[in-house]
């Protein structure tokens, strides 16, 4: 019976020593798991913090201490840096080579610019159009009965309008009379980034492309060359509304 009241003594102790553990919880910002701390914060040594590292904090911030704080000099685009600099791999600082800065730009004294100002600055045979060295086109010659015609895109748009289909239709019948080549030039206004109006223009060539395709037209005989704003005339929506469309150039 003695023996029975010391177990049971014992029994009882080591229920009250487990309820005292269990009772004694970690005092934020002290922890034991994540569970202890804030919505997304973690436990690090015991202690809640806002990161382990930096992909705890998200672009453009770095974890230093467990907290997270902003990257000085850190960009999207260039509108986010001060002092002229360029945007380049998410830093704000001046350019080096000429691979840093955006199509159609080159880098000039830590600054990208235009490739050019005037032809002086091209190569020879080439012109100074739009800030980009071109080399000249030479005119398609007439020796086909027919010519396709230009097909025509809303502004920054690359779907084709019902208007577009029709016009393709009727230069699938042109070409099923003659088994060249073609060259569909893409181009856009002159509104929008250089490097964005070059995407639209090949975004617009290659719409063409498709829709000739699914009329019957081999791919193998369809070729896509985006110009973008580079051969834009317009000053005005109307004539804006002409710079934007791709046109068809026999080979």
């Not at 902003?70 to 704000?92: F, Q, R, T």
């Not at 005989?221 to 834009?232: F, H, K, N, Q, S």
């Amino acid at each position: 019976m003695q023996n029975a009241r010391h177990i049971l003594r014992f029994d009882s102790v080591v229920i009250l020593l487990g309820l005292a553990i269990t009772s004694c919880k970690a005092e934020y910002p002290a922890c034991d798991s994540d569970r202890d701390c804030k919505s997304k914060e973690f436990c690090v040594d015991r202690k809640c913090q806002q990161c382990r590292n930096n992909g705890d904090c998200g672009a453009g911030r770095t974890c230093g201490s467990g907290r997270c704080s902003p990257i000085v000099g850190y960009c999207h685009d260039k509108s986010e840096c001060a002092g002229g600099l360029e945007c380049i791999a998410n830093h704000c600082r001046t350019c080096q080579l000429d691979s840093e800065c955006p199509i159609w730009t080159r880098c000039d004294q830590g600054r990208c610019i235009k490739a050019c100002t005037a032809d002086d600055n091209c190569r020879r045979g080439e012109t100074c159009v739009n800030g980009a060295c071109v080399a000249p086109r030479s005119e398609p010659e007439t020796k086909h009965s027919c010519s396709p015609e230009p097909v025509y895109f809303g502004f920054d748009k690359s779907l084709l309008t019902a208007e577009a289909r029709t016009t393709l239709k009727k230069n699938d019948d042109c070409l099923k009379n003659a088994n060249d080549p073609l060259t569909l030039v893409g181009h856009a206004d002159p509104r929008g980034t250089t490097e964005y109006n070059m995407a639209l223009s090949d975004r617009r060539a290659q719409a063409v492309k498709d829709y000739l395709g699914r009329l019957g037209v081999k791919p193998s005989r369809l070729r896509t060359v985006p110009r973008g704003e580079l051969d834009a005339t317009g000053t005005d929506e109307a004539g804006w509304a002409r710079d934007r469309r791709v046109d068809s150039e026999w080979r």
